[in-house]
């Protein structure tokens, strides 16, 4: 049976996830009685599966660049105040042992466990109160105070964080709690959208590269103000893999990926000195593609023939194709296979050195809910870190 008890703490942080423990032990080692909510029966899941297990917990190359938001520059006072070293000496402090992948990605050498173990462990030596799993049932303000109700009774508390992240992977405790509340509040909120996340293919482009489920292509990839060079994975549904992860960020629906197939390579002069080979199209191809994809690829340009059969400005209209090889996708695969959610509450109500909503006295969002996205590569934690911290310092 649930015991009802009203309580009165400094801070009630909502959602127990990378940002919302990182607050609540800031805050409660500079001595703030905090209590945080949290409704998921199990602590930390999207720790625990991401980076396949390992969590790739920061980007040591962090910076502005990194991040998608309606105001670039938000994040940078935070990213400055707690930095991925400043992560990274908390990690070694706890001996979390860790490596770089690439670019700059840091992993946990064992398991994520360990930094959902350091962050409790953190949140009990600032003294934080839990109630888990309880979900909230509403949140007011009340003669200068917040008052949370709760199952489990109420909370009355100076500040309220809202720090419940955004609505990828529902079956784990996502939730739209934080938009609601925004709004509740006046705040506006920037339409949510999957990020990070798989494309889908129409079905004429399926059942041409379909079959190549499991094929990676390294390619440069572009749309809009997004470029990165990565792998680009077929799957059963469409594509998939880093490059494709990174652009959906940048894809609003409706305007093709531009694909250079050979990225670093002369593709103009690579066909062209082959013109007088016996060689097919997709055998010269396949010196620098997976094979399959070479042949699928050719076979959708109606080239499966011998260079010497190709005229010379056929094989420049087709090195202009390896280039800028255009692909439409039809959707992305949702919030149950996308890493982020982009947009969230727009920064433009919200302090970027305290993360208080300018308007509304003790009110913070930390973390995903916050129109800050990071790329791929560990940036989303460190901005649940800085933002966590930054509110942490304040409340
Ligand atoms: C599969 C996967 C892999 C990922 N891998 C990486 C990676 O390797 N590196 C990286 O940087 N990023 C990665 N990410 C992104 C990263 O996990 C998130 O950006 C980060 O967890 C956001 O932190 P957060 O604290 O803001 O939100 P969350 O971690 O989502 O935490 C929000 C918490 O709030 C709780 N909550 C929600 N609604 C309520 C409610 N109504 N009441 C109470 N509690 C509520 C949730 O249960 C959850 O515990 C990955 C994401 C996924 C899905």
Not at 165 to 183: C, D, H, N, Q, S
Request: glycine residues 10%.
């Amino acid at each position: 049976m649930t015991t009802r008890r009203d309580v009165r703490c400094d801070v009630v942080v909502i959602g127990a996830g990378a940002a919302g423990m990182m607050c609540a032990a800031t805050a409660g080692l500079r001595g703030r009685r905090v209590l945080l909510i949290e409704h998921y029966p199990i602590l930390g899941e999207k720790i625990r599966i991401s980076g396949g297990g390992r969590c790739n917990f920061t980007n040591v190359n962090t910076g502005p660049a990194n991040f998608l938001s309606q105001n670039p520059d938000f994040c940078r006072s935070a990213l400055a105040r707690f930095t991925p070293h400043d992560f990274v000496a908390l990690v070694e402090r706890y001996r979390i042992g860790y490596h770089e992948k690439k670019l700059g990605q840091l992993f946990c050498d064992d398991t994520a466990r360990d930094l959902i173990a350091m962050l409790k462990a953190e949140c009990d030596r600032g003294h934080v109160d839990w109630r888990m799993p309880c979900p909230v049932d509403g949140v007011t303000r009340e003669g200068g105070a917040w008052r949370v109700a709760t199952p489990m009774g109420a909370v009355r508390a100076e500040s309220v964080v809202v720090a419940t992240g955004g609505l990828t992977v529902p079956k784990i405790g996502a939730t739209p709690f934080g938009y609601r509340m925004a709004e509740q509040f006046g705040q506006a909120v920037v339409a949510p959208r999957p990020a990070l996340v798989p494309l889908a293919l129409p079905p004429d482009a399926l059942a041409r590269y379909g079959e190549l489920a499991g094929v990676a292509v390294d390619v440069e990839v572009a749309c809009g103000q997004g470029r990165f060079r990565e792998n680009l994975l077929f799957t059963h549904r469409g594509v998939s893999g880093p490059a494709i992860l990174q652009i959906s960020s940048y894809w609003s629906g409706g305007e093709p990926l531009v694909i250079d197939l050979l990225p670093g390579i002369d593709a103009e002069r690579l066909l062209v000195d082959e013109r007088t080979s016996d060689a097919r199209l997709d055998s010269v191809l396949a010196r620098h593609l997976p094979q399959r994809f070479a042949q699928a690829w050719c076979a959708a340009q109606e080239s499966v023939l011998p260079m010497k059969q190709l005229a010379e400005k056929r094989l420049r209209e087709l090195a202009t194709r390896l280039r800028a090889w255009t692909l439409l996708p039809s959707g992305t695969q949702g919030y149950n296979k996308a890493e982020v959610t982009l947009g969230g509450v727009d920064t433009r109500g919200v302090s970027s050195k305290t993360m208080a909503a300018t308007n509304v006295a003790g009110l913070y969002f930390i973390g995903e809910v916050v129109d800050v996205t990071g790329w791929l590569g560990g940036y989303n934690f460190q901005w649940a870190w800085s933002s966590g911290h930054a509110a942490g310092m304040h409340v």
